[in-house]
């Protein structure tokens, strides 16, 4: 990276690299997804077409065809995106100070254009009343719930569906809590990868919450300071949002980091503060790297192409392999894994 990306890294929690995986990579990437998805339809339509019912073969073909798709973030074309000898990941190396541990596949998530519902959010709130394309951020790592979110705003979960709701571990794999005092797993960086243009607000843009990594370090060594656990249900961090407008919206980052930004910030009816983000505005052949600590969310589509990104969630090799899904010492100091960082986090 240059002097200057590194200084915008450090200031805002994240970096766009511009035109820096090459147009070939790109392109054999978008195939591969397309490919996955268009296998999915051939083999729909034929089995809704075909005369024979009964027949098992197209239920198979179809059955194969999803599960393919679901695994094409590990195809070769797509961990071709982050070779470990491209000018990408060199850049990322060097302000890392250390390789990245492995390639570990990537999360290709898509956005269709659809008709805009009012689905209530994880927030707990419908999603067209929450300002900034329905921006309303999130750390990783953290249990999301073990069924779909509740859609009611006239009557909280009946028992049934809070136990279905309360199971381990959520829809997302993660579970409330873990050993050392630890309620949220964390990475060093995220890495995403734009497969379809979002250069222009509304295209389902990735939204950050700029300069949130420093705030939320610092809660956590609040939380670690006063005994933990770190993350929600921890001190200073209530899990369930009961006053949302569903009775069990999830707070995925602080309230105490959330009252930071209430400048430009907009506001829901019931006075609920909803910051800023900055809108990601980038095209196929650039990436944006963005730390653990920032809070982050997709935003909503608008227009009438797909919005294709690929997520890499990268751990630095210098980080205990034995437990590389959770760091407290990455948590507490969002630079501490970032050697090629040190002069200006110092």
């Known amino acids: 990276m240059t002097p200057e990306q590194k200084q915008s890294f450090y200031d805002d929690g994240f ?32 089995r809704k077409q075909s005369d024979d019912k009964s027949d098992s073969t197209a239920d198979t073909i179809l059955q194969e065809a999803v599960v393919n798709a679901k695994r094409a973030g590990t195809h070769p074309s797509i961990l071709e995106l982050v070779n470990p000898a491209s000018e990408l990941m060199r850049s990322i190396n060097e302000a890392l100070g250390h ?23 994880e927030a707990g709130y419908p999603h067209e009343e929450v300002p900034f394309y329905g921006w309303h951020g999130h750390l990783d790592g953290l249990w999301n719930g073990a069924a779909p979110v509740h859609q009611r705003t006239d009557r909280p979960m009946n028992e049934e569906e809070r136990a279905r709701w309360n199971r381990d571990p ?24 734009p497969l379809s243009d979002q250069s222009v607000e509304g295209a389902g843009n990735l939204g950050l919450l700029r300069g949130a990594h420093h705030p939320i370090s610092e809660f956590f060594r609040y939380q670690r300071d006063a005994g933990g656990p770190i993350g929600p249900d921890g001190p200073g961090w209530d899990r369930i949002d009961s006053n949302a407008p569903n009775f069990s919206g999830l707070r995925h980052y602080p309230d105490q980091v959330r009252e930071q930004f ?46 294709l990104m690929a997520y890499f969630r990268l751990v630095s090799a210098a980080r205990d392999q034995s437990r590389p899904e959770s760091s407290v010492d990455a948590l507490c100091d969002c630079w501490c894994e970032w050697e090629g960082m040190r002069e200006l986090a110092s």
């Open 262 to 307: 209430k400048e430009d910030a907009g506001y829901t009816s019931d006075g609920r503060i909803w910051p800023k983000p900055t809108l990601i505005k980038v095209k196929p052949g650039d990436a944006v790297l963005t730390l653990h600590a920032v809070p982050h969310c997709a935003t909503r589509l608008e227009g009438h192409s797909p919005r």
């Open 15 to 46: 970096v766009i690299l511009r035109d820096i995986v090459p147009p070939e990579v790109v392109t054999r990437a978008i195939r591969t997804l397309y490919g996955g998805l268009s296998a999915i339809w051939h083999a729909s339509m034929s």
């Open 99 to 121: 390789e990245v541990a492995g390639r570990r596949g990537a999360q290709l998530a898509t956005i269709f254009p659809h008709k805009i519902g009012n689905q209530i959010n």
């Open 170 to 193: 959520a829809r997302n794999g993660v579970r409330r809590t873990y050993p050392r005092g630890i309620n949220i797993l964390n990475f060093t960086a995220l890495l995403g990868i």
